[in-house]
């Protein structure tokens, strides 16, 4: 069991709430037998924390949590409440069967909250805040408190807020961006003068939630750990509510690339990152855009041709982390409008074709004019150009002369120069 108590080592704990915040994303419900798989899978991706449910909202949430703690062992599993005595009670019921539990309680804190949403003053929200975590540490000295809303917050309440938090038994506090509205520099900041101002402190682990509203939720959460921040909440994918949350796999990815940053690690196995994106995905139909960071179709597919020229040269030139790292099979040149004649030739090699340079170059040009009509240019394309004997060759040349009207001239020279004079 890994520990995801306050520790002092450079040891980021990885909570995801996939499950929970993730399934509030508007559609990616799932049933209790999806979760549990995800849930096995999370396990094996590495997480610390699986926030696995908010078990007094349904029967069939109170049902996953429960099934998730009985079955998936050597992790630590966290259920959601309100500070509402009946949500402790579900919380605490459905993680009985845990090896390792945790009770996550909230409340907000910031004005607007706090007058249009709970209709409640500071007084009671402090009152509440004590109680709801004393009523926790009932079922599980693991208990992290979380003040919706932080960001908007005023910060001396705050302050207040955490520290009787902790007063009342919190392990963790967390500070959630829920409206995606804070920007690294502020954000990181608070988590500042949070670690500065509020008693008790250095007791307990400071955990950042970020939504995505901005496109800023990874940039806030990787700032904040600048600022002594130890644990992370994410989902796979980036999934939650309206832009979702921040994505597991980018600051994962952004520990490890940019250590020389951070200087913070996690015990995530990266190389399980694509498989567990692509579960979140078929579980819940929300397709990856194909540009996502990391695990996206694309994110590690070069097209253009001196993009491929240089990672067949060296990787290092147009790629930060290896494809196989994060558990693509590897790097894919794409054939299309703006490839040359070294992802032919690395084609033609893996497919065993052989063909002097003369065909290659004819080849190439054959298939650039297909990529431009069709956009995609797949494997039978290819074939198609080669079989239906479409390539010219031009033997004993030592320099290739366009022979297609197609070809403009110009084009062709800068072609040549291009590909550093392979004549
Ligand atoms: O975004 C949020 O404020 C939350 C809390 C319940 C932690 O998800
Ligand atoms: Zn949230």
């Known amino acids: 069991m890994k520990n995801t108590s306050k520790n002092n080592s450079n040891r980021i704990i990885i909570f995801d709430t996939s499950l929970r915040d993730g399934e509030q994303s508007p559609?990616?419900?799932m049933t209790v037998e999806e979760k549990v798989k995800l849930a096995k899978q999370l396990k094996k991706l590495g997480v610390d924390v699986i926030e696995a449910g908010f078990p007094v909202a349904t029967d069939g949430d109170f049902e996953a949590v429960?099934?998730?703690?009985?079955?998936?062992?050597?992790?630590?599993?966290?259920?959601?409440a309100r500070c509402f005595p009946q949500d402790i009670i579900a919380a605490g019921n459905a993680l009985h069967n845990a090896e390792s539990k945790r009770i996550h309680v909230f409340i907000a804190t910031s004005e607007i909250h706090m007058k249009h949403k709970l209709d409640m003053s500071k007084e009671q929200v402090i009152a509440s805040i004590e109680t709801s975590v004393k009523a926790a540490k009932r079922y599980t000295?693991?208990?992290?408190?979380?003040?919706?809303?932080?960001?908007?917050?005023?910060?001396?309440?705050?302050?207040?807020?955490?520290?009787?938090?902790?007063?009342?038994?919190?392990t963790t506090i967390n500070i959630p961006d829920?409206?995606?509205?804070?920007?690294?520099?502020?954000?990181?900041?608070?988590?500042?003068?949070i670690k500065k101002e509020v008693t008790g402190i250095e007791k307990v682990t400071i955990s950042v939630h970020c939504h995505n509203d901005l496109g800023?939720?990874?940039?806030?959460?990787?700032?904040?750990?600048?600022?002594?921040?130890?644990?992370?909440?994410?989902?796979?994918?980036?999934?939650?509510?309206?832009?979702?949350?921040?994505a597991l796999e980018e600051v994962v990815m952004g520990l490890k690339t940019r250590h020389d940053q951070f200087n913070h690690y996690c015990t995530i196995n990266t190389r399980e990152l694509v498989k567990t994106s692509?579960?979140?995905?078929?579980?819940?139909?929300?397709?990856?855009?194909?540009?996502?960071?990391?695990?996206?179709?694309?994110?590690?597919?070069?097209?253009?041709?001196?993009?491929?020229?240089?990672?067949?040269?060296?990787?290092?030139t147009y790629e930060i982390m290896n494809a196989e790292d994060v558990g693509f099979e590897g790097n894919q040149l794409i054939i299309g409008k703006h490839s040359g004649h070294h992802a032919i030739k690395q084609w033609l090699e893996q497919h065993h074709i052989e063909m002097s340079s003369v065909e290659i170059a004819s080849l190439s040009k054959k298939v650039k004019k297909i990529a431009d009509e069709n956009k995609r240019v797949n494997d039978q394309d290819i074939y198609d150009c080669i079989k239906q004997n479409t390539v010219q060759t031009i033997e004993n040349s030592q320099q290739v002369i366009p022979q297609n009207d197609n070809v403009n001239p110009l084009e062709f020279e800068r072609e040549v120069f291009m590909s550093n004079a392979r004549w």
């Open 141 to 170: 000295d693991d208990v992290e408190f979380s003040a919706e809303d932080a960001t908007r917050s005023d910060t001396k309440f705050l302050i207040e807020v955490y520290a009787k938090a902790i007063a009342a038994g919190a």
């Open 278 to 316: 692509r579960m979140v995905s078929e579980i819940t139909g929300m397709g990856v855009q194909p540009n996502k960071a990391i695990v996206g179709q694309n994110a590690f597919a070069h097209e253009a041709g001196i993009h491929q020229h240089g990672v067949i040269k060296h990787r290092q």
């Open 27 to 29: 559609g990616a419900s």
């Open 178 to 193: 829920t409206v995606g509205y804070s920007t690294p520099n502020e954000y990181a900041e608070l988590v500042k003068t």
């Open 66 to 80: 429960n099934q998730i703690a009985t079955h998936v062992k050597d992790v630590t599993i966290c259920a959601l």
């Open 216 to 246: 800023l939720a990874t940039a806030n959460s990787l700032a904040a750990i600048q600022q002594g921040a130890g644990q992370i909440e994410c989902t796979v994918n980036g999934i939650g509510e309206r832009s979702g949350n921040c």
